[in-house]
């Protein structure tokens, strides 16, 4: 078995099982590495310069020491029998994707919306986004679901699969803990100005070739769902600088355009108001049949993805 099986194993497994809450989970493992680490290192300093040096250090340890980790155990269970590895290979792999469980947990999103229950679907809301869902009308909540959908589709599919083609299961995990530590230590508040740097400059850099491949995909996704593939390449080069990442407005301004909606604007995070730019701003809002037309479109990149990563890990052939 070769590591591009274990690739085509790996989704397969994504798509039709997810990441079930109650089973162990290599990300909530690296998270609970993060609150950890955090709050032994952030008492060491307290200067800015300390905190981007902590920061740092931050980095090295999560990053470093869950690849070297995943390494080891791949190591080890190859001593013990090659099966052992090859399984060992197939859950790392498999838990680095989460293409699966995005697109279930947006369809129940979108199930509540439609099935009158806003309160519901604010709720499941909630658990896939950053943002406040309290207050947001329909058209918001399926706004919300377009962007993490989106969004996560670059995160949870097209970085993993790329990083596990070119690296292998260890270098799949390596970027699911720098993209983890951005997500929990990556911000510019108070809080997280200096001592995240590290992780979102890191992150932003990781995630680079990432993001402009996944419009690139979700644009050759639009024709198989008769959407608009070429307002999607128009509107991702001529939107991806609307947000401070120089990556997370790639894949979001592609199914805005493939879509014709707006995306963005002003939201409230952690009881502030965040004023983001509009993408695709002459773009219409966001109806129901355009969510369900993003979830389905994430779905077909998804394929397209996971067959490139195929084929390319079939022709580097150095890992199994």
Partial sequence: MTGAWIIALAIVADAFVGDPPSWPHLVRYIGRAITFLEGRLRPLSSSPFGLRLTGLFLVLLVVGGFAVAAALCLAL?????????????????????????????????????????????????????GRETQKLDPEGVRRAVVETVAENFNDGVVAPLLYLALLGPVGAVAYKAINTLDS????????????????????????????????????????????????AWRIAQRDHAAHKSPNSAWPEAAAAGALGVRLGGPNYYHGGLLDKPWINPEGGPTTALQATQCVHLMQVATVLSAGGAFFLAWGLGWWA
């Fill in 184 to 231: 929990m230590v990556g911000y510019r508040d108070e809080r997280y100005q200096y001592l995240g740097w590290a992780a979102a400059r890191l992150d932003d850099l990781a995630g680079w070739l990432p993001a402009r491949l996944s419009a690139l995909l979700l644009m050759a996704a639009c024709p198989l769902l008769g959407l608009n593939a070429g307002r």
């Fill in 77 to 129: 269970a190859g001593a013990l029998a090659t099966a052992l590895a090859w399984l060992l290979a197939l859950l790392l792999a498999w838990q680095c994707i989460s293409a699966g469980q995005l697109w279930r947990e947006a369809r129940s999103v979108l199930a509540a919306l439609e099935g009158g229950d806003l309160g519901l679907a604010r709720g499941r809301l909630s658990m896939i986004v």
